[in-house]
């Protein structure tokens, strides 16, 4: 269970690469992306800290995942809702 986000320590090296590749090829300016990005995951990882403390042992787990990992795929997943919201869809 991994996050589909930038949450997820091997999808961060990506979008992280990426940005770089946007400000390189494309010439934009992501100065700072990179510290936003990591800013966001380490919030991410807060609230996930403080989610299973509250609610880790309420939650089922596939086999070999711990809660922090589900609670962090789950705030990927609001995450990108929110983001992505349309008046069609909902928005949060």
Avoid at 18 to 24: A, D
Wanted: hydrophobic share 40%; with cysteine.
């Amino acid at each position: 269970l991994n996050p589909p986000c930038a949450y997820s320590p091997v999808l961060r090296r990506e979008v992280l690469e990426t940005i770089s590749i946007m400000g390189v090829e494309q010439n934009m300016d992501v100065n700072g992306w990179p510290g936003e990005i990591n800013k966001a995951a380490e919030h991410a990882g807060q609230i996930g800290d403080g989610l299973v403390r509250d609610y880790g042992s309420y939650i089922t787990t596939p086999a070999g995942e711990t809660p922090f990992q589900t609670i962090q795929w789950a705030l990927c997943q609001v995450a990108s809702r929110a983001i992505a919201a349309s008046e069609r869809h909902g928005a949060l």
